[in-house]
């Protein structure tokens, strides 16, 4: 399958710390199929060739770089999810993917939980890695565990379903001991930020922040 039928642009999904501040923005990609846009687009962008692959990396590595001066001048990161090990390959063992993101040491690469054991298969990449989508049934914490991670974020029905429980501050101080920063999904309801501020969550995503074209970030501030 190849990237013909689609059309895709990149948004960018803030997270903060729990005062407010702004942190980085999470990409996310936004497939559209004939006008229509495209539920689950990491299951499609899994299934493209690996030429279709190569192009959209570079695609969307070349548009965080035409952002670049906006966010070093701002100090944040951007999160860049990777939900397919081919993908991941191809940033570490592609001669121009590998170069371009040299340039950009503020990206973090976010791992899925179940591709989390690539990262033991990629060479010559400086920057931080992420695992992403922590608590999403897909693995278990082994990925954590056993790799070094600069953070990772918790999947947002996990975090819905155990931030009621009066085990939550415990949970997070358990995995905090593998990685201190915890990103947490899903923040909807500020009822919420006492129990992440005692469980000393770093950042939090949710809708107290909208989101924004990847090339309107100055709208977030």
Known sequence: MTTSAYRYSFIAEPFTSLAGKLLGVELQTRLEKEGQQVLHPELI??????????????????????????????????????????????????????????????????????ISDVRDELQGIRNAMWLGEVGGGRANVLGLMSQQFEALILNSHFFKDEVIKPTFPVLIKNLRRYCDKVVVRGVTDRRYLPVLQEAEIWGVQGSFYRSVPLGKLNWLL
């Open 45 to 114: 962008i899994a299934g493209w060739d690996t030429q279709s692959k190569r192009q959209y990396l570079y695609e969307q590595l070349g548009q965080v770089a035409k952002q670049s001066a906006w966010i070093r001048d701002r100090n944040v990161l951007v999160s860049l999810p990777l939900y397919d090990a081919e993908c991941a390959v191809l940033l570490s063992y592609d001669t121009v993917l590998r170069g371009l993101l040299s340039t950009l040491p503020f990206v973090r690469l976010t791992l899925a939980e179940n």
